[in-house]
């Protein structure tokens, strides 16, 4: 059976991926700083491009990211979780740059923004269904609602983990849980197909009185 919303790789490799590139950075190494441009460029350049409405914007706004982080570079391997300091860095950038209207998004909900459909990788899934399947999904995801769209986005396209995503805007990982059921039950209902809400998760929900550090 094909699982449409199959998981990323395996977390555990991907954190000593990213602590190595760290350890290299943190001796002034170039290739690695590349790798990691490459790595998470273009999706936080997405992802700011959703806030600040502009390509040009958004790209000066990563660049600068990751201009202050080759800067400070001596003080990376202090980052706990790096893909979560680059995006709330973008994020806070982001905001910033939108000025007086910054204050209200800092703390306004993320429902009011439009994040727009983005291209699927061509992973194995991708390729072994249909075209005419990718562009009904395509569809659905572009008819969620805003903030679901956006955390399915950062989910199944950037392959965040639950826990990451809710620190990147400040919501719940329950949130996470139920926008990311919401998703998924309306992109299978557009397919006709039967959602896989066993196969969903990256963790298991949080109980409702767990609170988030």
């Known amino acids: 059976e094909i699982n449409l919303f199959g998981?990323?790789?395996?977390?555990?490799?991907?954190?000593?991926?990213?602590?190595?590139?760290?350890?290299?950075?943190?001796?002034?190494?170039e290739m690695a700083f590349t790798q990691l441009y490459l790595r998470f460029g273009?999706?936080?350049?997405?992802?700011?491009?959703s806030l600040v409405r502009s390509k040009e914007i958004a790209e000066e706004l990563v660049e600068d990211v990751f201009v202050k982080l080759w800067a400070n570079?001596?003080?990376?391997?202090?980052?706990?979780?790096?893909?979560?300091?680059?995006?709330?860095?973008?994020?806070?950038?982001?905001?910033?740059a939108?000025?007086?209207?910054?204050?209200?998004?800092?703390?306004?909900?993320?429902?009011?923004?439009?994040?727009?459909?983005?291209?699927?990788?061509?992973?194995?899934?991708d390729l072994m269904i249909t075209s005419e399947m990718m562009a009904s999904m395509r569809l659905a995801i572009d008819e969620l609602p805003p903030r679901c769209k956006m955390i399915f986005r950062l989910i199944r396209e950037d392959g965040l983990r639950y826990k990451e995503v809710a620190d990147?805007?400040?919501?719940s990982v329950n949130t996470i849980d139920v926008q990311m059921a919401i998703a998924v039950?309306?992109?299978?209902?557009?397919?006709?197909?039967?959602?896989?809400?066993?196969?969903?998760?990256?963790?298991?929900?949080?109980?409702?009185?767990?609170?988030e550090i």
């Open 7 to 29: 998981l990323p790789g395996n977390d555990a490799h991907i954190a000593i991926q990213l602590r190595e590139l760290q350890q290299r950075i943190a001796i002034d190494d």
């Open 98 to 125: 939108l000025s007086q209207k910054a204050r209200e998004l800092v703390t306004a909900s993320f429902d009011y923004l439009d994040t727009p459909p983005a291209e699927f990788a061509a992973d194995p899934y």
């Open 42 to 49: 273009k999706r936080l350049i997405q992802f700011s491009h």
């Open 185 to 211: 039950k309306k992109i299978c209902a557009a397919l006709h197909i039967k959602s896989p809400t066993s196969h969903l998760h990256h963790q298991p929900p949080l109980p409702a009185d767990k609170k």
């Open 73 to 96: 570079r001596a003080q990376i391997n202090e980052i706990e979780n790096l893909t979560v300091y680059l995006y709330v860095s973008v994020k806070n950038r982001s905001l910033n």
């Open 168 to 171: 990147i805007l400040n919501i």
